[in-house]
């Protein structure tokens, strides 16, 4: 794709390169733009590198958002960066994103990272919950703990003083049922069936055969329908 300024929309010391399809920071981003930017906007590519960012070198605001960034995403240090938004792209490593931000932008403040895996946001993951999200933040927060405002919602006291405490402790972990089991294991097949108690060989409705067997569980209740009709000198 030919790159011209015509493409680039340029707003005093803002500029914004969005919806072009481009893997890499074009060249001539950097070498037209870069002493100038404070605030830089690269939503809507296709990008899987940020190292066209180096030219950047008096950056405040990046917004990335609707990339391909995974977790081999190196960032240039960038020493005057305090806001970073990174939603909707391929990060899953949590852990070592929040390292990598705390070397590279030491004066980081606002983060977002809606839409990756590595943010158990419900809106994502459906097996993610409200305290999966309050710990990734405490965890996120103690990893950073110059941040003021994480994702959607303002950083308060309460949860500086929590992540301080326990952060460390809080990084959401929760192994997939297709992770621990092994390929050909019979239980991988069961993962993906909904739950039923009938033995597998009556569970094929085009092949089904009765089966009898004991029951393991016996009710001694003194409610069962039974006990309404049986005397006692009839058991």
Do not use: W
């Not at 990174?86 to 990272?113: F, M």
């Not at 390929?183 to 993906?192: A, K, L, T």
């Not at 060989?201 to 089904?208: A, F, I, L, P, V």
């Amino acid at each position: 794709m030919a790159c011209s300024d015509s493409m680039v929309s340029m707003n005093g010391t803002q500029v914004s390169y969005i919806g072009h399809d481009c893997e890499d920071i074009p060249e001539f981003l950097g070498e037209r733009y870069g002493l100038l930017t404070r605030r830089l906007d690269l939503s809507f590519n296709q990008l899987r590198s940020l190292a066209g960012l180096k030219a950047f070198t008096g950056l405040k605001e990046l917004v990335v958002d609707n990339n391909l960034l995974g977790n081999d995403l190196q960032l240039p240090r960038l020493p005057t960066l305090h806001t970073l938004t990174l939603n909707k792209n391929q990060l899953t490593d949590i852990e070592a994103l929040l390292e990598h931000l705390a070397k590279a932008t030491p004066s980081l403040q606002y983060l977002s990272l809606l839409g990756n895996e590595a943010c158990p946001n419900q809106l994502v993951s459906l097996d993610k919950d409200e305290d999966d999200y309050q710990r990734y933040r405490y965890f996120v927060l103690h990893k950073l703990p110059t941040l003021k405002f994480l994702d959607t919602r303002k950083v308060c006291k309460i949860e500086q003083q929590e992540a301080e405490a326990r952060g460390a402790f809080m990084k959401v972990v929760k192994p997939k049922l297709s992770d621990m089991v092994a390929p050909g294991d019979p239980r991988s097949e069961c993962s993906s069936m909904p739950y039923t108690p009938l033995p597998r060989g009556s569970r094929d409705g085009k092949n089904h055969k009765g089966v009898f067997a004991k029951c393991r569980y016996i009710y001694y209740g003194k409610h069962s329908e039974g006990n309404r009709f049986i005397r006692n000198d009839q058991l």
